[in-house]
């Protein structure tokens, strides 16, 4: 089964405006949430990645929001640009699976200009 | 750092053949990920190694897949006989073990059984 439940499966957005991916979790081992972004062609690459001791990370337009009671966090993507349009996952990582990252299903983003 | 390297990139052979798929890892990362990726099921961890061990294999699907790392620098993915389902993206990845760095993905080998 899934660990990590991951939606929209795609998304349509309008260059500038927001994106907004969410995913959530049931085990509580989890201790690490990386997204991952997929341009066609290529390997998923490491976007942004957060702990579950802060509530929100911020690199440029990306930022992470983490709730760990809901056991869940979100990627925005803010003023959204064409070149923004790729395959987006989320992802978390178990202490009691040191090193392997349970992913989820991809959001597909398409950012029209 | 050249990055993860997998080779081929595009393979096609016909149902029965052998495959195998090639990958080196980044100097220094002590866990080494096989990817399968299709648009049915996304992507699908079919085994991966710490310190060139397997750890965990449940994510093969058959027999027909095997996969070694003989080495810290090297892993092949084979598959006898090849099927066409198993027309896929197959990727490797590496990382630092309880690391922020995460994976480092390569760009992936493309798999076609005609």
């Known amino acids: 089964q899934q660990q990590v439940k991951q939606s929209p499966q795609s998304l349509i957005v309008q260059k500038g405006g927001i994106s907004i991916i969410n995913c959530a979790y049931e085990n509580t081992a989890f201790d690490y949430f990386p997204w991952y972004q997929q341009f066609p062609g290529k390997g998923p690459a490491l976007l942004i990645a957060?702990?579950?001791?802060?509530s929100e990370k911020k690199e440029g337009r990306f930022t992470i929001s983490f709730n760990k009671s809901a056991k869940q966090f979100s990627l925005h993507i803010m003023d959204s640009q064409p070149g923004d349009s790729a395959t987006y996952f989320c992802?978390?990582?178990?202490?009691?699976?040191?090193?392997?990252?349970?992913f989820g299903a991809g959001t597909q983003v398409v950012v029209t200009p | 750092d050249a990055g993860v390297i997998q080779s081929p990139r595009h393979e096609v052979t016909e149902m029965g053949q052998e495959v195998t798929l090639r990958c080196k890892p980044i100097s220094g990362h002590d866990y080494l990920f096989w990817y399968r990726q299709t648009m049915m099921r996304g992507l699908e961890l079919l085994i991966y190694?710490?310190?060139?061990?397997?750890?965990?294999d449940s994510g093969m699907p058959e027999d027909r897949f095997s996969a070694k790392m003989p080495n810290a620098s090297f892993s092949t993915l084979k598959i006898q006989p090849s099927e066409p389902r198993d027309s896929a993206v197959y990727f490797c990845?590496?990382?630092?073990?309880?690391?922020?760095?995460?994976?480092?993905f390569g760009s992936g080998t493309r798999l076609t059984v005609v």
């Open positions: 990845a590496s990382s630092i073990g309880g690391s922020d760095y995460g994976y480092t």
């Open positions: 190694f710490n310190n060139n061990v397997p750890i965990d």
């Open positions: 992802a978390a990582r178990g202490t009691d699976s040191w090193g392997k990252l349970q």
């Open positions: 957060i702990r579950p001791d802060v």
